[in-house]
Each structure stands twice: as C-alpha cells, then as structure tokens.
C-alpha cells in the first residue's frame, strides 16, 4: 500500500535529536522506559530550588511577596524594642497587665477600622496603602516624642502596637492570597523563614543604630522600611488574584464581626481554631507577664537594652534555622496536628520544670519556646487551616479572632494577672500557662478530622449538583401557567409544540381549553402534541374530544397518536372505532387498533388481535418489527416465545426491534437468549441494556452465560456495567477476577462494578484492593516518566493514558474511602481551576496514608521529574527490579501494544499517517488517538479530476478535505482566490457551518484528497465529550487567529480613512 | 424572572437548541439574568474570564484593543473563548442599548458540555459558524482595500 505521507515526527518525535534508532518496534515500550533521559539535566539544574520544595516559576512570586513580609516583619522587630526599651524603663512592672488591657482595646479599635476599610478596598490595594499611611504616623510620632509632652510615651506605645497588630493581619492575608493551598503548605515556612530574616536584620539594625543616632530615631528607620514595604506590595499586586469588592457595602465593624462569629458557630472547624487561639494568646499573655517581670526584677535598664538586643538577635536566629529547615519537613511527616499541638505540648513541659525547679533561664526559655514555636509551626498550621475557606470568609473570620476575640482573651488575661499577681509569685503563674496548653492540646488533636471535612466540602461546594432532578410540576405557579397561555396563544409553532409538551409533563388544568382549542390546529404535529397535552390537563374527561376528532381526523399519523391517547385513559367507548381501524393500511394506525382493542374489548377484542397478531408474524420485516413493538407494549409473559423466534429473526433491525421489546419483557428465556448479542458489534450495546433492565433476573442470565464462555474482553466490559448496576454477591468473584486482567479497559470497568458494589454494601477483599492500587500507580509512574519533551502522538496518547489511569486509582480510593469525597476531589483534580485542584490534592494529601500518597501525588503534582523517579523506585525497591517491573506492566497493556507494535504494520500503518495527517489541523490536533484512529478508519481518499469542483459556493457542506497530493484552487464571490497544496485542510473551517458561504474549491490540475464526512465527525462529538473539547480548541485556536487578522485590517481601514 | 421564563429564552438560543426541557431547566437553574444599561461594560479585555452570556434583548458590542468587531443581538452568546479555552477575556463587550442577558457560570457550563452531547454539538457548530463568518468578513474587508 502507498504511505500517503511521511510521518517524521512519529519516528523522530520520541527520540529527536537522540541517537536511539528504533530497531524493534515492538519493545518500543521498553526502550521509551529505559531511556537514559529519565534524569534531566533541568531536573537536577537547581538543588536550592528542590531543598525550599519551590517549583518551575515560583521564585519570582516568593522574592516579591517574601521581600514584603521580610520588611513589614523588620519593621515590627524595630518598632517593637523601640517600645519596650522606652516604656519599661519608665514605668513599673505592675503596669503591664494594664498596658496590656488597652493595646487590646486599641487592636480592637484599629481591627474595627480595618474591617470597614477591607470592605471598600481589595486586598492588593489595602496592602501598600496601609504601609504607606503607617510610614507618616510613624514619622509624626517621632515628632510627638520630640515635644515630651505627659503621657506621649504610653501613647506611642499603644499606637505603634496597634498598629503594627494591624499590619501583621494584613501582610500575612496579603501574602496567603497570593498562593493557593498547597503552595501555602510548602511554601509558607519558606515565607515564615524570610519574615524570621526580616525580624534578624530589624534586631541587627536596631543594635547598630541605637548607638549611633539614638533610641527615638530608630522611627525614622521604621519609616523608611515602611515605605519600601508599600513599594514591594505594588510589585506583588499583579501576582494576587482579583478578589471581588463591594464599592457600596454598608455593613459596619460590627454587622461584619457578627457574621464572623456567625460562620465561626456554625463551623466545627472554625470554632476549634477559635479555640485554640484563644489558647494560645492567654498563654502568650501569661509568659509575656513572667518574662518582663522577671527581666524588671533582674536587670537596670543599661542591662535590659543589652539583654533585650541578644535575646532578639537569638530568639529569631533560631527561628529563622527552624523555618528554613525544620517547619516544611515537620509538617510533612507529622501533619497538621502535630503542628498545631506542638507547642502548646513543649509549653506544657516547660511550664512543669518551671514549677519544680524555679529559675530565671527557665523563664526565658518559656518565652523563647513560645514565641519560636508560635510563629514557625502554630501560626504556619493556621493559615493552612485557613487555606480552603473563600477568601472573604475567611477574612471575615480573622478579623472577628484577631479584631475582637484576641482582645478580649488579652484583656481577660490581664485581669487574671492584675488579681493574682499581689498574692501569686512569677513562677507560681505557670499553673495557668499549664492550663491553658493543656486546653489547646485537646482541641488541636480533634482538629484533622474537620480539616479534611472542610476541605472536601471546599471541592464539592465548586460543582455543580446533576443529580437534582427538576419537577417540572413543583414550578408551576399562577405566574408560570400565565407564562405558558401566552405561549400558546404566540401562533409560533415550535413554541406551541415545546410548550404543549410541557403543559402534558406538569398536567396544569386551567390550560384545558387553549389546548382544545390547538385539536383543530392546521399542522399535524401540533395537533399530535394537544392530544397527549389534553390527556395530561383532563385525564379520562379527555375521551369525548378526542373521540370527536378521531372521526373529523384524516392524517394517520395523528389518528395513531389519538388512539394511543384514547388507550392511556382507557376509554371504552372507543372500542368499535378501533376494530374499524384494525384494517387501515397504515401499520402504527393498525397496532394503535390491535393495542386498544387487545386491552379494552374484552374477550372478543383478545381473539381479534391474536389474529391479527398471527398475520404480523408471517408478513415482511416492517410488519414483524411492528409485531415486536406491539408485545413489548403489552408486556404478556405469554409471548415471549414469539419474541424469542423473532429473535432469531435474520433481519438485524427486526432483532433490534425485538431486544427493545425485550426490555419491558425480561422472560428468564429471553434473557438467556438477550445475553448472546453481547458478543455481536451492532447491538452488544442494547443487550446490556435489556439485562440491565431486568436486574436481578439479568444478572443471574448472565452468569449463567458467562459460567460456560471465554467471553472476549468487550463482552465482560458490557457483563461488568450489568453487575455494577444491580450488585449482588454472588458476582463478586466475577468482578474481583477481572480486576486482574491484562486488559485495561476490563479492569477499568471491573473498578467501576465494585464501587457500585461498595455502595451497597458488598465489600471485597482489602488486599486485592492493595495490589491493584500498587500496580495501577507503578503503571502511572512508568507513563509519567515516559513522557518527553518532543511533541508526538505516542506522547499524547502516553499522557491520555495518565489521565485514565489516574482515573482508575482514584476509582480504588473510592473502593477504601468515602467514595463521593473521592469524585470531589477527582472533579477537582481535573476540572482546571487552580484554586479547587489545590484544595483537592490537599484533601487527599491528608486522606492517603504516606506510603500510597508519596507515589500518587508524584502521578498528579507538577513535580520535577527527578522526584518522580525517586518515587518510583521508592515503590519498586532496586532499579533494575523497577524497570523490569514497568516493562512488564506496560508490555501487558493491550492498548500500548496496539499503538506501538501492530499500528506500525500494514493497513494500520495507513491508519496511524492518516491520523497523523489529522493531527496537523488544528481541530483535530488535541483529538485522543482512539477517535483519531475512528476517524482516520471512517475516511476515505478521493481522486479530482483537473477542472472537477471540489464543493460549490452557498452548497449544503457534507464533507471536509484533506489534500495528499496536487492543488486545489478556493475562490470566494470577493474575487479573492488561494492556492492549497499537500497537507492542507479545503473546506474544514466550513465543515461544522454546514454551509460552504461564499466560497467555492476546484482542482486545476487534479489531486487527491482524504475525504472526512461533517456526520463522522459530529458522531464522534456527540459519543466523545474529550472529541468534542479538542474541536472546540481547534476552532478556538482558528476564531482567534481570525479575530486578530480582522482587527488589524479594521485598524489598517481606519488610519487609512483618518489619512 | 422565572425558572419557566428562562427556559422560553434559552431554549430560542441557537447555542441551546434542540436540548430537552430537563436539560434546559438545569441550564435555566444555574443561568442568572442581569441588565445593562447602554454604555455599560459587561466585561473588559484582558480581564479574567468567568462566565458566558446570552443576549436575550439588546445588542451587545464586541470591541478588540478598543476597536468594535462585530455587534451582537437577542439569542446570541458571547464570551465563550474564556469560558472554553480557561483564557482571559480576548475582547471587551459594551452595551450598545439597555441589555437584558443570562450569565452561566464558567464551571457549570463546563460540566453541562461534558455531560450534554446535544450542547457539545451546538458548541461546536456555533463556533463553526462564527469562524466561516469572520473569515468571510475578513475576505470582504480584504477586497474592499484592493484597488479596483
């Protein structure tokens, strides 16, 4: 046979520039696996990027938003020692519990503020204008301190910790927005580091300048850090997505922190974060207390400063190590609760050494634990718990905790201090630090569970519900029906005919006589739709009219459509009508009569039609097809012997017939019968469908069928849908052996079956599940890995073939777990938002145990390759275990086999360069190679002579065309002509048009060209959804291009006018 | 508006045609209508994508880089380039008279495409008909800047 193109990219795509000749095609496979590409060299290109866990692209995003948090965090350190040098050595201890109770009516204040402002202004905008606004305050503080006026210290005080209470909030939001969930759980120790480096070089700056330029300049220094932090935040604005904004919100402070705590009671979830903030700000309080007090009784103020300066420079050294090292790699091994409970836990322990040996260091260390494991593990748990929420709720929440909780529990905490501090020595404080970690203990261990619950509604809340059917007969309402008068009354016979059908579903009754009214309608069709209308708005009163116009009536058609009315309501008096009509020549008229009269004429009227019926059965192919309908409609057990013969029948639209039949009789005969046309290509598919019907009944047919077959694989696919849909135990075994076959569609569909059987309660053995599960993410591994950088079908195929079998691992999980939760997060993985495949991958990533969700999130992450191939051999054991392992696996897959063995042979071969051919325009370039291969098999080559006409201008298209060799001249009523040659499409735009518009093709010197029929291609469209998104990209791809050309010609006439 | 109102609308859509009225009553339940006044921006070029729209009364101008491309009336859709190819908006779309439209949401219209193949096929031969169309545009509009 003649190749009809050269198809380089096959051959060469794999393994372009590489040496590799493929010798065996059939072990093709194989080489692919063993390739020594499998490592990169941009794999192992950056070992920093791969020890921070950063991915292709993030760095940017990170410098901008972590040089942000880094400024606004060094700024707080500079601020922060600025107020406690300045204010502990002027006042005495026990004014701290008060200093305390205003900064927290203060942070309220400010938080109230902020709420408002929020509202008005989106995230992006708020966070280099709140900088911006503190860069002044902070310079006239400066000047306020200048004046030393009464009271300006404590005021200062109380400002710049409100405020830079404020900014924390807003920064830390400001930089959570600009990551999804799990770039957040990677990704925020990385942050929490940068901040931890900020606060190191605040310490630093502090230490060096107080020096030389004095303590109350160092807010000159704040100002400035201030300001290039608002310079950061306009860089990282375009990084943040687009959060709406109501411009004309009334909602107050307060309306805002009642809907806050609305949705904290009404989230299990939120009401523990709650809990545990509260916690943890009564035990920050508590050891903030003990720490200054301590240092007050201690130190002079010389010695303070001193102190204070290396206590900083440690305490965020320290966390800076333990950000950059440990936080991540904790989080990751130990999960969210561990993260959270930690140090609440560590507190604890301290808190109890405190009380048996007490000490100034003990005290320091308390302080020390606390603050570093606040802000690396606690606060790092917390925005991950956070992560799922809708923005806005989310914000809403936060503010309510941070707005108005947090200084209540301060305040509340404070009070404590002022009555126990008289009578309770420093160290005695640490029975209620020991309380109030022990209480965030508890809640941070029941925490998980609602995490995963909030992040499966997170993805389950994104889709849309199908499985709400709509009632029709619940909408109607006073307003509807008066809706549907005018409809009717509109004289537009479409919307007539819709609006009857729909009158019919829902039975409104004040409609009775506009549909009376459309009985005497000029067009039969309406007349057709008023009659089944009528039945549904008057029932059995319906008789007497539509008696009268079976007599006024001429068209067969409507008379059958009557009769068959006039049978639904069971009217008796139409008896006589139908023995007269029993002899019309039209047969849906006669078996309307033989259906009516077998019915409701009594003993008489069974004789007759028995008679009749017999007269059916000796008539030709169109009278034995009406034969079958007229028994399925009866549905008597008695015929199915006649429905059993005619299933023999050598005419395959008569067995048609008769197996639609079949489905309202499902006699055990029939069914035993039904189970054969499983094997046959034509009608395997109604077949299961008759089975499907008869339930319990078809299940056991069907096992009895299979029990003496070797059945093929298509059949036990179709077997394998019949069982998933009426489980029974008995075809467990069926369906667990399938799960071992070699074949993947089998095994897919095996899957499928024990789900459903799992819903109903019927569970299979948990270590089959296991193997399988190992096996079909070793096989998604061995794709993930095949995959190289050259553009090809096998490379297409390859990644389609990732998506079925993640599809299939995610079919196994839902064997294990809630498998409605597992379709979620499925739908999310796949549905291509960013934000939902996030939170999907996050749910799973805390559903997995470690072993399975390493290997799988390799198969789903956009994770270096290199990682991947750790991974596999993770999974496998030794290397060359491994990659016999996958070499194995793959060399089983019929559908690889088939693509790299016997499609490179023969009548394939032709096959495989027409789909090639295919894939070089753009509607069919991203098609799956199964529907390329339909298509490619569905086409045929056609020769034009020169001067032929290929289509005609304004002509009904029916077909598309490819050119294999020569030209073919396209000319349009413009004048405007183009020349195409080999490989170019004529007429695929136009093909879905239905219309060749003004254009006309012929052939100037003759070509051959590959035919491709619109009604192939549309078939392919309406059975494959995945056929139809690649056509809708192609001509995505073309409308655009398109477009632009337009426009620069529009533009082009436009300067040409203004010229 | 309805439930019942919308589906008469929508079902007058070519993009929607030939649906069954269940699938149109899911359509109507997530479609929800909205009205611009003449002038008003439905949507900016450039800006992220997120839903399409139906005209069911007015006309609705399509503008490129600021130049208007095409004009659109009762029954047709506009912005499904983003909502398809997950692209930002590639035109703006400006109220040419007071505009009554139904807006379906990206994720839904998805969903219903996977799932419908009577949409699938009115998706695909829409979009065939407007790539015929610009391409006959831009062949006229070639012909016009020929010299004679």
Sequence with gaps: MRTIIETPGFDGGIFGPSEVKVKDRGNLVAIILSAPRLVTDSADRSHVSGFFQVRPGEWRRIGVFGSYIGLVVGNIIVQYTFNDATFVSFYPADHLPYLFIVSSLVTAVMSSLYGSVSERLPARRLSWAMPALFCVSTLLCRLLLATHLPGSIFFIYIFLFGFNGLMVIIAWNFVRNGFDTRQVKRLMPLLGAIAGAGAILGGVTVRIAAGLIGTENLLIISAIVLAAAAGCALAAGPLVAVQPVSSKSEETFWKQAGAGFGLIRRNRLMLLTTGMLISAVAVRVLVDYQFKATLKSEFNRVEMASFLGNYFAIAFGLEFIFQLFLTARFMKRFGLTSALASRAAVISILAVTLLVVPAFWGVVAIKLTEGLLDRSLFQSGLSLVFAPLPARRGNLIRLTQEGIIQPLVVAAASLLLIFFSPVVSVTRLSWLVLGAAAVGILLALRTNRHYLAELSRAVQGHLFDYSQDFKIGQLMNEKTISCLAAQLRSGERDEILFTLHLIDETGAASLRTEVELLLEHGEAQVRMAAADALVGVAGKEAGRTLRARLEEEEDPRVIARVLRCLGRIEDDATVEAAYRLLEHGDVEVMSEALLLLFRLGGLDGIIVSAEKLATLKAGGPRERMALAGIIGRLKVENFDRTLLDLLRDPSPEVQRSVLEAARSLPSPRILAEVCRFLESERLSDIAEEVLIAAGADGVASLMGYLGGQQPSAETICHAARVFGNTPRAESLPLAEEWLESDVGAVRYEALKTLRSFRRAGIETAPERRDALLRREMILGLSLKLALSPEDSLLRRELKIRLDLCTERILLILGLRHDPDRIDSAGAGITGGDPHLRANALEYLDNLLNAPLESFFLALLEDIPEKECLESARECLGTDKTGLNDLRTLAAKDRWLSLLVADALSGQERILLDRATLLTRLAIFRDMSLACLWHLASRCRERRFAAGDLVFPAGAAQEAGYVILDGTVIVESVTGAAERLGRGEGVGIDTLFACDTGDRSARCDAGALCLEIGRREVEEMIWRHASAARAVVNGLLENFIAASKRELLLRKRSLDGGAR | ?148
């Excluded at chain 2, 269940?22 to 002038?39: S, Y």
């Excluded at chain 2, 839904?108 to 419908?116: I, K, M, T, V, Y």
């Excluded at chain 2, 065939?128 to 020929?146: D, F, H, L, N």
């Design chain 2, 1 to 148: 508006m309805n439930i019942i109102e919308k589906l008469f609308f929508l079902r007058k859509a070519p993009l929607l045609a030939g649906l069954d009225e269940h699938n149109l009553l899911r359509v109507a339940d997530i479609a929800v209508d909205m009205t611009f006044k003449t002038g008003e921006t439905l949507f900016r070029q450039g800006d992220p994508g997120g839903s399409l729209y139906i005209i069911l009364d007015g006309n609705v101008a399509i503008e490129i880089d600021g130049v208007e491309v095409n004009v659109l009336g009762n029954g047709q859709f506009f912005g499904e380039v983003t909502v398809l190819a997950d692209l930002p908006r590639t035109a703006g779309a400006v109220a040419r008279s007071e505009v009554y439209a139904l807006s379906i949401e990206r994720a839904a219209f998805l969903r219903l495409f996977e799932s419908n193949r009577g949409l699938r096929l009115n998706v695909v031969r829409e979009m065939g008909r407007r790539v015929c169309e610009i391409s006959r545009r831009e062949r006229e509009m070639t012909a016009a800047r020929r010299p004679a």
